[in-house]
């Protein structure tokens, strides 16, 4: 713990700027980049918007604490619409546990070696997750391997390639307090709702994952990238399903649906209508290609640089531009189809070409949830059909 403390002092900044990520900024400031002023106050805005999503969704209560199950996050993240919040002194709504329940409930948590894409609906209502860990879960779903990889290297003291529950207790301390003035602890009784973990907190799911019930197993990167992958394929099957309707498939309309359904766009009809003219004959987005797309969305940044250059040479961005941009800034490889399929959504002037700033804006705020779900008729009800019609199928 003492070396995990001369590294927090020494690595201050380069962390903090890790934890700003989770907070809803680019994982690129992580990497070194410049950090606009503008993107902080997103940040700070996403964050309230995050704390109130938590507080809305969070189904237990332990000693005045609220935590997410596993089926909780999924609800949260992969529904565009509302739940009822919850106010701070009316806890009879929340599932009540004791401490020692708590740690009953989680004892079940398969270790991180057993890797699976289907963690967090196995385990449904069986887990517990912390506030600062659903904002480290909302960071992995949104951003790139490349900082992990930065702030992994920080924490590996000993150059081991592992780090140990203290060392990973520490990250989580420094989100705790990138987020600690804005965090809503509500009032100040023994009884109040509590967003932020007061005193010593028992192991979560996530610290059973990863470390073992004892605390005493240390975590590889190689494993931290499979849990990212698994959690990210897991999340994108579960909105994949929400309209395949059993299918292999879902239609390039309903891709359009996926791609806009968290953005504030006002012309919504209009990409849809630029969708449909792909035509009744024209073959579906498979679930391969739909994961594909969403993990090149997490590494917008280096993509949007890469179509820069286009734009600096005078050159236009036609379909075989953008595929070698994909392919070039992330090694990920789109489809022929797939291609066609985003250019005939986002050719405004029908010209053939990408309306670049346009999709890079929109992508950006598809990325980030629209700050998690300002749109509210579709989401939740659509979800807990989708995630039913799948628990029964097992």
């Known amino acids: 713990m003492a070396a995990a403390r001369l590294l927090l002092s020494v690595t201050r900044r380069g962390v903090a700027q890790v934890a700003a990520a989770a907070a809803g900024v680019a994982v690129v400031a992580v990497l070194g980049r410049p950090r606009a002023t503008r993107a902080q106050d997103d940040a700070e805005e996403h964050l309230s918007a995050h704390e109130e999503r938590f507080q809305a969704f969070g189904s237990v209560v332990c000693e005045g604490q609220i935590y997410m199950t596993p089926l909780d996050f999924l609800e949260s993240v992969a529904s565009t619409g509302t739940k009822t919040h919850l106010p701070a002194s009316d806890q009879k709504l929340l599932k009540s546990l004791t401490r020692q329940e708590l740690v009953k409930m989680v004892a079940n948590t398969p270790p991180v070696g057993k890797r699976s894409s289907t963690l967090f609906r196995s385990l449904q209502h069986g887990?517990?997750?912390?506030?600062?860990?659903?904002?480290?879960?909302?960071?992995?779903?949104?951003?790139?391997?490349?900082?992990?990889?930065?702030?992994?290297?920080?924490?590996?003291?000993?150059g081991n390639e592992r780090v140990d529950k203290q060392e990973f207790l520490v990250l989580e301390e420094i989100f705790l307090k990138r987020n600690k003035k804005n965090a809503r602890t509500q009032g100040n009784t023994g009884t109040s709702v509590q967003l932020i973990s007061q005193g010593?907190?028992?192991?979560?799911?996530?610290?059973?994952?990863?470390?073992?019930?004892?605390?005493?197993?240390?975590?590889?990167?190689?494993?931290?990238c499979s849990f990212m992958e698994n959690l990210q394929t897991e999340v994108f099957e579960i909105e994949f399903l929400n309209y395949s309707r059993g299918m292999s498939t879902i239609s390039t309309v309903d891709f359009a649906q996926v791609l806009l359904r968290y953005t504030t766009v006002d012309n919504v009809s209009s990409y849809l209508k630029n969708a449909d003219q792909q035509g009744a004959d024209k073959k579906g987005i498979t679930f391969e290609e739909f994961r594909v797309f969403f993990q090149f969305l997490n590494n917008l940044e280096d993509f949007a640089m890469a179509m820069q250059m286009y734009n600096f040479a005078?050159?236009?961005?036609?379909?075989?531009?953008?595929?070698?941009?994909?392919?070039?800034?992330?090694?990920?490889?789109?489809?022929?189809?797939?291609?066609?399929?985003?250019?005939?959504?986002?050719?405004?002037?029908?010209?053939?070409?990408?309306?670049?700033?346009?999709f890079i804006g929109i992508m950006k705020e598809r990325r980030r949830r629209g700050s998690w779900g300002k749109r509210t008729e579709e989401?939740?009800?659509?979800f807990k059909i989708c995630m039913k019609s799948h628990l029964s199928s097992k």
């Open 127 to 158: 887990g517990i997750i912390t506030y600062t860990e659903y904002l480290f879960l909302l960071c992995i779903l949104t951003n790139p391997h490349a900082g992990f990889k930065m702030a992994f290297n920080m924490f590996d003291v000993d």
């Open 314 to 358: 005078g050159r236009s961005i036609g379909q075989e531009e953008f595929a070698r941009a994909v392919y070039v800034a992330t090694g990920l490889k789109l489809s022929p189809h797939l291609v066609d399929v985003v250019f005939q959504i986002f050719d405004v002037d029908h010209d053939k070409q990408l309306s670049y700033n346009e």
């Open 379 to 382: 989401g939740f009800t659509s």
């Open 200 to 224: 010593n907190m028992t192991n979560s799911t996530l610290l059973v994952h990863f470390f073992g019930k004892d605390g005493k197993s240390e975590l590889n990167f190689d494993q931290f």
